[in-house]
């Protein structure tokens, strides 16, 4: 999709960067899930059995920990969402990274959404780095206005507040809820309480609204509740985010051309393309520290 | 007078007068109506009112909210977030002002020499009134040694005005009635003759004024890239907003109680205050900035405008070349001998007061040839003065000899008309001082040819350096001219412009303009006549001169009180300088947010999850500790930047990619880094007393 992108818009140069920025950011989530699933779970090692073979719960002996651990990424970071080990047993860092990968829900891009969300990062990133340059901020010649920027906040927003809110609304209704009379009552629907469980509420909707598919399980979800919650979640966030980009590509498209000049700011550059990473990931970090710091960080803190 | 301007140069940037004046209004503007423009500051506007109930709430029995004592200094510091804010905008404001003031001063209560209407010419009844009580198209008197009270043009006379108070600048100019400078300012003074002025401006809507409102924000309004920030930032605040709101549930959910202080903490460090404070102190300081360059600009988007300028339209006259041509050399025709040809040339210029003619006696002087010993001759000699039909000048001598000097073809005709040849190593001269970007001044004697003056244009010492530096920024110079495209070309090559308009008349500025917006691009150009305002209208930036008509002054949207045409290069700056002092600073405020988080969320949930100790990196004292540290960080970032603010970025013309490393490394890794050290000091501090 985006050598094709490139092909078409005949910049090459920008397919690569971008497409250097994607891989970079599924570097980041693949590094340290890999490290921590061979480096096998603490609280066996405590009891003194031997893990050569890493963390091999909830893995296929076939597929071993490596290939369990990349795939687990590549699943979350693109919107594949078939699994070939289960994500519950993750350690709370490849948990996270998980999580992570359809939080930012935008390195390679989804089948059939592709670029879209990246396009969302590029149209922010182009207007502070435009700041920081001292010129009206431009992207592929067009200028990016209030408009453009008003529909880019409201997608980049639209995201965090899908998986936090109904995150949110899942955990108060377990808390003053309990033991209200559903078919499976909302004590009943962690398999793990406590940080486990938090994980396995916020991953069900991250992979909703990014709709991505794959599920952390442990998490008994066949009910009216979430079947519900979870399928607003997926509507909402399938849609919305497709309508956005297209529309700020009209607007873009109608605009009047600027050529280049020696001031304008490059946007195939390795500069401007650490600019993009670095406001996925912020954007990223800012909006869900907080929760991941009550599921798999506390998880991983405790455990060691 | 010495200037205002030098004044304004040395100005500090917190002067005592000023402060006072700013601390009054950071508190006037805590009015919810005023801060409700700046949603950033709003949100923290609520929160501040919210912790001041919860300390009531305290008072009034409630146990679950911590102490008092901490509630309160959580309240005092939101409080000063916001007054840190305001007093940016308040100091940037008076700032501004009192820049504008100083300039107004001048003209506050002149006298004004009225000229009654009605008796206009006839009588010339004058009646001496307040400056304030004139009115649009009243017509007043100047007289030596008068003030001039109001902006004007004048319709009558001509006079030597000293406008130092408004420029700086202490030669004296002259202002006539009739063409393109007969537009005077209120606050400079007549030095010699008598002139009627008629009033162009409503009293209160002169370009000064206009200024002032602009600066105090009565008609100040937020630019396209401003609102297009504000709304990135609100952006930011909802995140956060959705953050601490459903935090509150995964509270709930971790058993983890947490107080709304620490809530509204967590909140207020996280969105941008940083900027949010800052924005508009930098918009102001931008316009303030021109100000100080003796530009008065029409609206803040011009500032901004001009720093996204591809093209550069600049007259050659005073720009790029100073003023005249000057004689460079001399070369006689074969077997004529060079002194006579020297002498013979002095002859013909003696009376010449054109800067041209000046300047061939001085090169001759500086030759050594004697420009006195032919006094004798001069004596009852004629002169023939330049006209624009003959386009030749020159003297007729009473021992019969006429001479005369003029342009290639009108001595041409001369000659030819008069049965003689004319000499082919004179015409190849010609041709050659031509394309050298010089103009040939033919000489004949009796209308034979004597040989070629060679006069050349003087380029600016310094200006190429100038070109380069816009050139590295990205904008394209054009230098514009009466000149034919040969001497136009060397002209362009020898000073660096990238491109020329040769032989240009008004309308070819106006296509040259609408050529390159077609193109999508932002032009800028400086015009000082009447048949400029269409173009200056036309222009993107359109910076007309001060001394020039008002039509122009009227279609510009900036005026440039030095009549400095390389002003425009400031402007630029000035432009590019504002948005990178708003980008920079967002992304300073924005990476401050990483370093917050490692701060407040371990202290957060440390008493349920005592495993999130690991998070504390900075190793702070206490939940209390490093969630006041936090706070007060966010807190005073505010004022240690407002002088960052004030004065902008510093910009460098090293390429936009270049620009966005070097700000990166210093805003943005900057921007990471400094909060982990600011908080960690500030916690030692604070551990003392919770």
Redesign the interface.
């Known amino acids: 999709m985006i050598f094709a992108l490139g092909h078409y818009l005949n910049r090459k140069r920008m397919a690569w960067a971008i497409f250097g920025v994607m891989t970079a950011g599924m570097l980041t989530f693949l590094i340290p899930t890999m490290i921590t699933e061979i480096h096998g779970n603490p609280a066996i090692q405590h009891m003194h059995i031997n893990q050569a073979s890493g963390s091999m719960e909830g893995k296929e002996v076939r597929f071993g920990v490596q290939a369990s651990a990349y795939w687990n990424i590549l699943t979350t970071v693109i919107s594949t969402g078939s699994v070939n080990s289960m994500h519950d047993s993750s350690m709370p860092v490849s948990g996270a990274m998980e999580m992570l990968g359809m939080m930012t829900n935008c390195f390679y891009g989804g089948c059939g959404a592709g670029f879209l969300n990246y396009y969302i990062f590029i149209i922010i990133a182009v207007f502070i780095s435009g700041l920081m340059v001292g010129r009206t901020p431009e992207f592929l010649g067009r200028k990016i206005e209030a408009k453009e920027m008003k529909i880019a906040t409201i997608i980049a927003l639209l995201h965090p507040l899908l998986i936090l809110a109904f995150t949110a609304l899942s955990s108060w209704t377990l808390v003053n809820f309990p033991d209200i009379a559903w078919a499976v009552k909302p004590s009943n629907w962690l398999n793990n309480p406590g940080y486990h469980g938090f994980s396995e509420m916020l991953y069900q909707y991250a992979s909703c609204s990014a709709n991505n598919g794959s599920g952390f399980e442990g998490l008994a979800d066949n009910n009216m509740f979430w079947n519900v919650t979870a399928g607003l979640v997926m509507i909402i966030g399938r849609y919305l985010p497709i309508i956005g980009p297209v529309a700020i590509a009209g607007i873009l498209a109608r605009k009047k051309y600027i050529p280049e000049s020696a001031g304008t700011l490059k946007t195939d550059t390795g500069t401007f393309a650490l600019m993009t990473y670095a406001v996925i990931m912020i954007l990223a970090a800012l909006a869900f520290f907080p929760a991941l710091a009550l599921g798999p960080l506390a998880e991983y803190f405790s455990l060691h | 007078m010495t200037s205002v301007r030098k004044e304004a140069k040395t100005m500090k940037l917190f002067e005592r007068k000023l402060v006072s004046e700013a601390l009054l209004q950071s508190f006037v503007k805590l009015r919810p109506k005023l801060m409700v423009k700046n949603p950033v500051m709003f949100t923290v506007e609520i929160g501040t009112v919210v912790m001041l109930l919860v300390c009531i709430w305290i008072l009034t029995g409630n146990h679950t909210q911590g102490s008092f004592a901490y509630n309160f200094t959580i309240f005092i510091i939101l409080l000063l977030t916001l007054l840190f804010a305001n007093f940016a905008e308040a100091i940037a404001e008076a700032r501004g002002k009192a820049q504008a003031e100083s300039l107004r001063k001048t003209r506050e209560e002149t006298p004004a020499k009225l000229v009654r209407t009605e008796a206009e010419h006839r009588n010339h009844e004058v009646k001496i009134i307040s400056s304030a009580l004139l009115k649009m198209g009243d017509i007043f008197e100047c007289e030596a040694g008068d003030l001039i009270p109001l902006d004007g043009e004048i319709i009558d006379g001509i006079a030597t005005i000293d406008e130092s108070a408004i420029t700086g600048e202490s030669a004296p100019v002259i202002r006539e009635s009739g063409g393109d400078k007969s537009s005077v300012t209120g606050g400079t003074k007549v030095l010699s003759d008598k002139i009627k002025v008629r009033v162009t401006v409503q009293p209160g809507e002169s370009f000064l004024d206009k200024m002032i409102a602009l600066v105090e924000g009565a008609s100040r309004q937020k630019t ?2 401003e ?3 504000t ?2 930032l ?3 605040t ?3 907003i ?2 601490c ?10 058993k983890t109680p947490i107080t709304i202080a620490f809530f509204i903490s967590l909140f207020v460090c ?1 969105i941008p205050t940083t900027i949010g404070g800052l924005l508009s102190a930098i918009g102001i300081a931008g316009m303030d900035r021109a100000l100080r360059a003796n530009v008065i600009t029409k609206s803040g988007k011009a500032v ?1 405008t001009a ?2 300028i ?1 093209v550069l339209l600049l007259d050659k006259t005073g720009t790029i070349t100073i003023g005249n041509r000057r004689a460079t050399n001399f070369f006689p025709v074969e077997g004529v001998n060079s002194e006579r040809f020297i002498a013979s040339c002095v002859l013909s210029s003696l009376s010449d007061e054109t800067p041209e003619g000046k300047s061939i006696v001085e090169l001759a002087k500086t030759l050594g040839a004697k420009t006195q010993a032919s006094d004798a001759l001069v004596q009852d000699a004629r002169f023939v003065k330049f006209s624009a039909e003959t386009r030749s000048s020159g003297i007729d001598l009473s021992n019969g000899l006429r001479i005369r000097k003029g342009a290639f073809d009108s001595i041409l005709n001369m000659t030819k008309k008069a049965g003689n040849s004319f000499p082919e190593d004179t015409d190849r001269k010609v041709k050659q001082i031509s394309s050298n970007g010089g103009t040939p001044l033919v000489v004949s004697e009796n209308e034979k040819v004597l040989g070629v003056i060679e006069l050349q244009d003087v380029i600016k010492p310094g200006i190429a350096e100038r070109f380069e530096r816009l ?6 110079t054009v230098m514009v001219t009466g000149d034919n495209p040969l001497t136009a070309k060397y002209i362009a090559e020898k000073a660096g412009v990238d491109d020329f308009i040769a032989e240009a008349k008004p309308e070819d500025k106006m296509n040259y303009i609408k050529a390159e917006q077609q ?3 932002l032009v800028a150009m400086m015009g000082v006549g009447t048949n400029d305002a269409p173009a200056l209208a036309q222009a993107d930036v359109g910076v007309a001169m001060n001394s020039g008509t008002q039509a122009a002054k009227e279609a510009g949207n900036m005026v440039d009180l030095d009549n400095d045409p390389t002003k425009l290069i400031e402007v630029v700056e000035i ?6 002092t ?3 600073l ?2 300073f405020s ?2 401050n ?2 370093a917050k ?1 490692f701060a407040i ?2 202290a ?2 440390i008493a349920s ?1 005592p ?5 504390n990196i900075m190793k702070l004292y206490s939940a209390e500790s490093a969630i006041l540290s936090a706070v007060i960080f966010n807190a005073i970032i505010i004022p240690l930047l407002i002088p960052l603010a004030l004065r902008g970025v510093q ?1 460098k013309p090293i ?3 270049a ?3 070097r ?2 490394l210093i ?2 890794a900057g921007g990471v880094v400094i909060p982990f050290i600011g908080i960690k000091l500030i916690d030692m501090v604070v551990r003392v007393f919770f």
């Open positions: 396209p890239n609102i297009a920030l709304i990135l609100a952006a930011f909802l995140v956060f959705i953050v709101v459903t935090l509150k549930s995964f509270a709930d959910y971790a996280l901004e720093g996204d591809d050139r590295k920024m990205g904008v394209k193109k999508g691009k432009g590019k300088q504002l948005l990178i708003r980008g920079t967002t992304t924005i990476a947010d990483v988080y969320v371990p957060l949930f999850i495993a999130l100790q690991g998070l910009y390429g936009a990619s620009l966005l490393r700000n990166l805003y943005g």
